[in-house]
Nanobody, 115 residues
Framework: QVQLVESGGGLVQAGGSLRLSCVAS????????MGWYRQAPGKQRELVAT???????VYADFVKGRFTISRDNAKNTVYLQMNRLKPEDTAVYYC?????????WGQGTQVAVSS
C-alpha cells in the first residue's frame, strides 16, 4: 500500500525559507515521478514541481528560481526547499507519487507566509 507522509510546513515571514519533506512507502523507486502540488483557499490544486526517477525536474513558472525539488533515494524522501517565500505561496502543500495505475497523495502540510 502506498503511503506518503509530509512534514515541514509552518508559519514564516515573507522572504523566509521552509523545507518540506515527503517520505514515501513502500519505497521511492516504486514511482516514475514524485511531485509537490499546492492548494490555496478557494483555488484549484496546482503543480509546484516534479522530479522523475532519473532526476529531471519540472517547475511552475511562479516558483522558478525560488524553490528546489530534490530526492534522497536512500531515505525514500522527496524535498521541496522553498526560499524567498511570498504571501501568495500560502497554501496546503501536497506530495504526489505517480506510476502507471497509481496516483497517490499525502495528507498535506500547511504553509502560511505572513507579509
Amino acid at each position: 500500500q502506498v503511503q506518503l507522509v509530509e512534514s515541514g510546513g509552518g508559519l514564516v515571514q515573507a522572504g523566509g525559507s521552509l523545507r518540506l519533506s515527503c517520505v514515501a512507502s513502500p519505497n521511492i523507486f516504486s514511482f516514475n515521478s514524485m511531485g509537490w502540488y499546492r492548494q490555496a483557499p478557494g483555488k484549484q490544486r496546482e503543480l509546484v514541481a516534479t522530479i522523475a526517477g532519473g532526476g529531471s525536474t519540472v517547475y511552475a513558472d511562479f516558483v522558478k528560481g525560488r524553490f528546489t525539488i530534490s530526492r534522497d533515494n536512500a531515505k525514500n524522501t522527496v524535498y521541496l526547499q522553498m526560499n524567498r517565500l511570498k504571501p501568495e505561496d500560502t497554501a496546503v502543500y501536497y506530495c504526489n507519487a505517480w506510476r502507471i495505475g497509481v496516483d497517490s497523495w499525502g495528507q498535506g502540510t500547511q504553509v502560511a507566509v505572513s507579509s
